[in-house]
């Protein structure tokens, strides 16, 4: 039907000319409905099955010396009107409509075509994201690992990583109906300026995803402390089930406003609490003590980063991911084109703003890069300080080399930095 459509579209039904009798089955571009001749003038059918006309003038006359009067049907031959440019053009909305009946019938095509119900690990929530599994207490989501994300290593980077745990974090509170005005605050957080802000963090990575890759990330909160929470992270391969990251970190509050540490005011405790799972660290603590690196320890410098507009979050302090790609900045090009990110804790200490100078200061344990080939695992010190000296972040990083068998456990990781 919609080729039908748009061939009328385009070739309008032409009527068929006068036949040897004089009768006429249509007219060009057209038929004429029944009981009206080409002229106009309205005929009623005899018994006879002849036509016949009504006309007012009973007797020929003259007119200017030429005789005249009225022909009847057996004198006419009604003939199509004459051939013109107009008349030979296509009907425009029949044209519009015929277009339109095309491109609805296409989308419809094509609609049909995803009608397959999904996978039950690909359903979104009612946001679009994720969902809320395991007694409403913990919320899962997938990605899929795109081009943009993975490195020179064909692998997915450590930041795309850190923004997933991220990312399932703010929607695990937007999910639970708990997403105030702030960038993951409660509405009784709003209402007090208050806002989450990380002190510490913890990850381990066993494996990491390749392009194309689906990871299954779940995340959950708990209590730490009486003024602190716990945020845990468990990613898997969703082909294999296999867990190939784990992540824990505390949280604090801070005032907007005043940029202070704030403590949890009951209102929002009665928000957040029942939210809670109880369960141990996903990842043991780390707590040895991070030693300070200056001009004097570091090895590597890296002097000069200044924070990019896309670098800030909505609460205009830059966002916690962004640290690690300038912990990386003073890495050693040798660690980082053998080896891989295998474990990593970070303490951060303060906020940066879009018009801060950064300082990255790393320190290799051991005998430096040349212990590489000892030991196979490699760690290092960080330090992210202020162009002034104040600190931003202190972490210790263990790379391991990236040709190492992986059993599934972070196991292999040395003992002391497990």
Request: proline content about 5%.
């Given at each position: 039907m919609?080729?039908s459509?748009?061939t009328?579209?385009?070739?309008?039904?032409?009527?068929?000319?006068?036949?040897?009798?004089?009768?006429?089955?249509g007219?060009?571009?057209?038929?004429?409905?029944?009981?009206?001749?080409a002229r106009?003038?309205?005929?009623?059918?005899?018994?006879s099955?002849?036509l016949?006309?009504k006309?007012?003038?009973?007797a020929?006359s003259?007119v200017?010396?030429?005789?005249v009067?009225?022909?009847t049907?057996?004198?006419?031959?009604?003939s199509?009107?004459?051939?013109?440019?107009?008349?030979?053009?296509p009907?425009?909305s029949?044209?519009?409509?015929?277009?339109?009946?095309?491109?609805?019938?296409?989308?419809?095509?094509?609609?049909?075509?995803?009608?397959k119900p999904k996978?039950?690990?690909m359903?979104?929530?009612?946001?679009?994201?994720?969902?809320i599994?395991?007694?409403g207490?913990v919320?899962?989501?997938?990605?899929?690992i795109?081009?943009y994300?993975?490195g020179a290593?064909?692998?997915?980077?450590?930041e795309?990583?850190m923004?997933?745990l991220?990312?399932?974090?703010?929607?695990?509170?937007?999910?639970a109906?708990?997403?105030?005005?702030?960038?993951?605050?409660?509405?009784?957080m709003?209402?007090?300026?208050?806002?989450?802000?990380?002190s510490?963090?913890?990850?381990?990575?066993?494996?990491?995803p390749?392009?194309?890759d689906v990871v299954?990330?779940?995340t959950?909160?708990?209590?730490s402390g009486?003024n602190?929470?716990?945020?845990d992270?468990?990613?898997?391969?969703?082909?294999t089930?296999?867990?190939i990251?784990?992540?824990?970190?505390l949280?604090?509050m801070?005032n907007?406003?005043t940029?202070?540490?704030?403590k949890?005011?009951?209102?929002?405790?009665?928000?957040i609490?029942?939210?809670?799972?109880?369960s141990?660290?996903?990842v043991?603590?780390d707590g040895r003590?991070l030693?300070?690196?200056d001009?004097?320890?570091?090895?590597?410098?890296?002097?000069?980063?200044?924070?990019?507009?896309s670098d800030?979050?909505?609460?205009?302090?830059?966002?916690?991911?962004?640290?690690?790609?300038?912990?990386?900045?003073?890495?050693?090009?040798?660690i980082?084109e053998?080896h891989?990110?295998?474990a990593?804790?970070?303490e951060?200490?303060?906020?940066?703003?879009?018009d801060?100078?950064?300082q990255?200061?790393?320190?290799?344990l051991?005998?430096?890069?040349?212990d590489m080939?000892i030991?196979g695992?490699?760690e290092?010190q960080?330090?992210l300080?202020?162009e002034g000296g104040?600190e931003i972040?202190?972490?210790?990083?263990?790379?391991r080399?990236?040709?190492?068998?992986?059993?599934g456990?972070?196991?292999?990781?040395?003992a002391?930095?497990?």
């Amino acid at each position: 039907m919609v080729a039908s459509a748009a061939t009328a579209a385009f070739f309008p039904a032409t009527s068929s000319l006068p036949d040897s009798g004089g009768r006429n089955s249509g007219n060009y571009g057209g038929s004429l409905p029944a009981g009206v001749d080409a002229r106009g003038i309205k005929s009623k059918s005899s018994s006879s099955g002849k036509l016949q006309v009504k006309a007012n003038a009973q007797a020929p006359s003259k007119v200017n010396g030429t005789k005249v009067g009225i022909k009847t049907d057996d004198d006419v031959i009604s003939s199509p009107p004459p051939r013109t440019f107009i008349n030979t053009l296509p009907d425009w909305s029949m044209l519009l409509a015929a277009i339109t009946t095309i491109f609805l019938a296409a989308e419809k095509q094509w609609m049909m075509l995803d009608w397959k119900p999904k996978r039950p690990d690909m359903l979104g929530g009612p946001f679009g994201f994720g969902r809320i599994v395991q007694d409403g207490l913990v919320f899962r989501e997938n990605f899929s690992i795109r081009s943009y994300e993975i490195g020179a290593d064909r692998t997915a980077s450590i930041e795309t990583l850190m923004n997933h745990l991220q990312e399932t974090a703010l929607n695990h509170v937007k999910s639970a109906g708990l997403l105030g005005d702030g960038f993951g605050s409660t509405p009784e957080m709003a209402k007090r300026n208050l806002i989450w802000v990380v002190s510490k963090m913890q990850v381990l990575v066993d494996r990491y995803p390749t392009w194309g890759d689906v990871v299954q990330v779940d995340t959950w909160v708990a209590a730490s402390g009486k003024n602190g929470m716990r945020r845990d992270w468990l990613v898997r391969d969703c082909k294999t089930g296999d867990v190939i990251t784990r992540a824990s970190s505390l949280w604090v509050m801070m005032n907007k406003e005043t940029r202070r540490l704030s403590k949890i005011p009951d209102e929002v405790r009665a928000e957040i609490e029942g939210y809670y799972l109880d369960s141990p660290p996903i990842v043991d603590e780390d707590g040895r003590k991070l030693p300070k690196l200056d001009d004097k320890t570091a090895e590597y410098i890296r002097t000069g980063l200044t924070p990019r507009w896309s670098d800030l979050d909505v609460n205009q302090h830059v966002n916690n991911v962004k640290y690690i790609g300038w912990i990386l900045e003073s890495a050693p090009l040798p660690i980082l084109e053998s080896h891989e990110l295998a474990a990593m804790t970070l303490e951060y200490r303060r906020e940066c703003r879009k018009d801060s100078v950064v300082q990255s200061l790393t320190s290799v344990l051991g005998n430096g890069v040349g212990d590489m080939a000892i030991s196979g695992y490699v760690e290092c010190q960080h330090l992210l300080r202020l162009e002034g000296g104040a600190e931003i972040v202190k972490g210790r990083t263990v790379w391991r080399p990236k040709y190492a068998n992986r059993i599934g456990s972070m196991g292999q990781l040395p003992a002391a930095s497990a």
